[in-house]
């Protein structure tokens, strides 16, 4: 049971490039959300899907377009990267919204906008 | 607004010694209130939860978690620290009524135990 799984792991890109990072999760759950991790600053929300179908706007979703595929799979785009989207990505899942149960995370993906 | 504070950046203690790890937080009403343990280029792990009932929660690897409502607080603990507990530990909020999309994170605190 692989849980949540983020590819890539790490990646570099030039001021402008575009990027989709990918995010899938086996544990049937209808809820998934995208955050950045910062130093100093915890863990920020962008984009969150309460449920296959929807998306909406988290704390920090400027420069940041998603897509939800399907109900296993979230996806995160940068179209044109900026050196400020240089963070930690984490997708995680959870039970559908307003349960009271705890997220998954994957293993995060390192992006370096040079 | 909620938030959460986690007053330490870094916490050290000595193999074998009890660790307490703080937390504080705000919320306009009933808390939901977590911790999450990251160890180096991991994900975050969840350790335990605070819905209602019993003050005092118990969690994965030994952690336990006092809630106390006078104090707004939600201190992570244990009785005696491990090398391995060594890693960033988060604390999590979110107030009643709302989806995990609510979750307020603090912004870590490094646990570094000593051998």
């Known amino acids: 049971n692989a849980g949540v799984t983020q590819t890539p792991k790490f990646q570099v890109l030039k001021t402008g490039q575009s990027m989709t990072l990918q995010c899938a999760q086996d544990m049937n759950h209808n809820s998934m959300y995208w955050y950045r991790q910062d130093p100093g600053m915890g863990l920020r929300l962008i984009y969150y899907s309460a449920s296959e179908g929807t998306t909406d706007k988290g704390e920090v979703p400027n420069g940041y377009n998603v897509s939800r595929l399907n109900k296993r799979e979230f996806s995160l785009r940068l179209e044109s990267a900026a050196p400020s989207q240089t963070s930690v990505y984490f997708c995680a899942s959870s039970e559908p919204t307003g349960m009271n149960t705890e997220a998954f995370f994957g293993q995060g993906t390192r992006l370096t906008v040079v | 607004a909620q938030s959460v504070a986690q007053p330490e950046d870094q916490v050290n203690v000595a193999e074998g010694n009890p660790l307490t790890v703080k937390c504080t937080y705000s919320?306009?009403?009933?808390?939901?209130l977590f911790w999450y343990v990251q160890y180096p280029n991991r994900g975050l792990q969840f350790l335990l939860k605070y819905i209602t009932g019993d003050n005092l929660v118990k969690g994965s690897y030994g952690f336990e978690a006092e809630f106390n409502k006078s104090q707004t607080s939600f201190h992570l603990k244990k009785p005696s620290a491990l090398v391995s507990d060594s890693a960033l530990y988060f604390c999590a909020v979110r107030d009643i009524p709302g989806g995990y999309q609510k979750v307020t994170f603090g912004t870590g605190t490094k646990l570094q135990v000593i051998p």
């Open positions: 919320v306009s009403g009933n808390p939901y």
